[in-house]
């Protein structure tokens, strides 16, 4: 009796759940498509059709979401090497020319029709499977220098360089802060993860010193009015949105900033065109629903049967919350200017279907644990 009240109770707790994700998912890219909508009024006419784009995107996020999400989860820790090696060979591609579409001297896209795949995004739920694999697999041994800090640190390491290299500074520093934070979790010794990430800030910082665009941009996040005609003309603009906006907004179509007085305000900097045509109230319900999804990921974390799954929905939420964190860090000048994409909001198709592949995976992975819960401590 008391077996089945606790799987009666698990599956709902797992049904409530699973509706507060899907909401605020749903409504987070309700939000992005009507923005979408509204800044595409303003674009040349050749760039009008990005709605239209992402509505395509957005049908593929969904059927890669729901296939994730019935998907046998065992199937995907068998297949987990293979996506790794699939999105590490996409990456090499990525770099050689003809293959991979340079773009504002970024070397980051592969053109597949009307749409571009970036292997970046891709590296992101790899690097999730293939250590949830590894993680799992060497369960017994992950306290060991070799097997829980070596050999993991390696896919960790060869993902980050190879995204560096593109160059995209952002995604491999999200990269390698969700791969250390799974080691972590997973039990890998701090005495050996604590040095690695000093390493790995000092080698960013010295990769930063060395690239002009990238030292100008941290230069001028120091002082953003004094280089608002320059490196942190993008930066306060978006301030300005914000400030336009006030608590209520502008209205719909009303703002200023994205008639091309903001660059990218249909992607990274989508925030402030919310900002400013809806206002602070908006925006700070935007940032509740990201809220709520990291919240009640977290939650649901304790009853993760194995760490299999435990470092699936980990690394899933760390790369949407994480991602979410950082875009709304930089448009509001508390992190220096990054292109990251607004998760489920921003137009980009390749990290809208790894977003909702995320989802997919969660919701999968959730409804696995309502059918076998762990047994009561006075069950065993």
């Not at 220096?336 to 995320?358: C, E, R």
Request: charged share 10%; with cysteine; proline share 3%.
């Amino acid at each position: 009796m008391l077996k089945k009240l606790r799987e009666w109770q698990t599956s709902n707790w797992h049904l409530g759940v699973n509706a507060v994700i899907v909401f605020a998912v749903i409504s987070l890219t309700i939000v992005g498509l009507v923005t979408l909508a509204s800044a595409s009024q303003s674009f040349s006419a050749e760039r009008q059709n990005i709605f239209l784009k992402q509505t395509i995107a957005l049908t593929l996020a969904t059927i890669a979401g729901i296939v994730l999400m019935f998907v046998d989860i065992e199937k995907i820790k068998k297949y987990a090497y293979v996506v790794a090696a699939g999105a590490l060979l996409a990456l090499v591609l990525v770099l050689i020319p003809g293959i991979g579409k340079s773009v504002n001297g970024a070397q980051r896209w592969i053109g597949l029709g009307v749409i571009n795949v970036q292997p970046s995004d891709l590296a992101k739920i790899a690097l999730v499977l293939v250590l949830a694999r590894y993680l799992s697999d060497n369960q017994r041994r992950i306290d060991s220098f070799l097997h829980g800090y070596i050999l993991p640190g390696i896919w960790i390491g060869v993902f980050c360089i190879l995204v560096l290299v593109e160059p995209d500074f952002g995604t491999a520093f999200l990269c390698g802060c969700v791969g250390l934070g799974l080691l972590f979790l997973s039990g890998a010794r701090l005495i050996y993860l604590l040095p690695s990430l000093f390493g790995a800030v000092f080698l960013f910082s010295v990769a930063v010193f060395f690239d002009p665009i990238r030292l100008k941009r941290i230069t001028a996040f120091l002082d953003v009015e004094g280089n608002k005609s320059d490196g942190a003309y993008q930066l306060w603009q978006g301030i300005l949105a914000f400030g336009a906006g006030g608590l209520y907004g502008e209205g719909l179509g009303q703002g200023r900033q994205q008639m091309a007085f903001l660059p990218e305000a249909h992607n990274d900097f989508i925030f402030p065109v919310i900002g400013e045509e809806l206002g602070f109230f908006f925006t700070a319900g935007i940032a509740i629903l990201f809220l709520m999804i990291f919240i009640v990921g977290y939650i649901s974390l304790k009853n993760a049967p194995t760490l299999y799954h435990f470092i699936l929905v980990a690394g899933a939420l760390f790369f949407i919350v994480f991602q979410a964190l950082i875009n709304m860090g930089v448009v509001t000048g508390l992190l220096p200017t990054k292109g990251m994409s607004l998760p489920f909001i921003s137009y980009g198709g390749s990290n809208l279907i790894v977003m909702y592949s995320f989802v997919g995976l969660i919701l999968n992975v959730f409804r696995n644990w309502a059918k076998s819960p762990l047994p009561m401590a006075r069950e065993l």
